[in-house]
Every structure is written in structure tokens, then in C-alpha cells.
Nanobody, 119 residues
Framework: QVQLVESGGGLVQPGGSLRLSCAVSGSGITIDDMAWYRQAPEEGRELVAVMTWRGVTNYADSVKGRFTISRDFAQNLVYLQMRSLKPEDTGVYFC?????????????WGQGTQVTVSS
């Protein structure tokens, strides 16, 4: 059974930093894209950053130059290093993985971790 577990959220002051982690569990799986999404209160879920299995990255314009996505391909981990945080970065951050398990491709999501940027 494939599971995604996030950690690293919390409360931080504007200008501060946080690092989110997401671990994908499951035996015999293949992971393609991994990404971070976020959802602000009363807003839809938006893509923050994505990294393909080739290591190609893409970022939302609002986080370029401040956030960095990285992966540990051997351990099925994905990270999001967030710097120079702004109040508008507040939201629930979700980990996403495109996983093939037993020949079947599916989208998987973590449970979400709250990030609050406030003084």
C-alpha cells in the first residue's frame, strides 16, 4: 500500500525559513513526478514546485528564487526548502507523487502539513 507522509510544517515569522519533507512508502513501486501543492484558506489547491524523475524542476512564479524542491531518489523522499517566507505563503502544503504500483499508475497525496507565516 502506497502512503505519503509529510512533516516539517509550523509557524514562522515573515522572512523565516522552513523545510518540508515527504516520505513515500510502498514496496516495488516506481515514482515519476513528485511535487508540492498548497491550499490557502478558501482557495483552490495550487502547484508550488515539481521535480520529474529526470530531475527537471518547475516552480510557481510566486516562489521562484525562494523555494527549492529536491529529491532523494533512493529513499523515495521529496523536500521543499522554503526561504524568505511571506504571509501569503500560508496554507496547507500537500505532497504529491505519481506512482506506478503493480503496473498501475495512480496519483497519491499526503495528508497535508500546515504552514503559517505570521508575526
Amino acid at each position: 500500500q502506497v502512503q505519503l507522509v509529510e512533516s516539517g510544517g509550523g509557524l514562522v515569522q515573515p522572512g523565516g525559513s522552513l523545510r518540508l519533507s515527504c516520505a513515500v512508502s510502498g514496496s516495488g513501486i516506481t515514482i515519476d513526478d513528485m511535487a508540492w501543492y498548497r491550499q490557502a484558506p478558501e482557495e483552490g489547491r495550487e502547484l508550488v514546485a515539481v521535480m520529474t524523475w529526470r530531475g527537471v524542476t518547475n516552480y510557481a512564479d510566486s516562489v521562484k528564487g525562494r523555494f527549492t524542491i529536491s529529491r532523494d531518489f533512493a529513499q523515495n523522499l521529496v523536500y521543499l526548502q522554503m526561504r524568505s517566507l511571506k504571509p501569503e505563503d500560508t496554507g496547507v502544503y500537500f505532497c504529491y507523487a505519481d506512482v506506478t504500483d503493480g503496473g498501475i499508475q495512480s496519483d497519491y497525496w499526503g495528508q497535508g502539513t500546515q504552514v503559517t507565516v505570521s508575526s
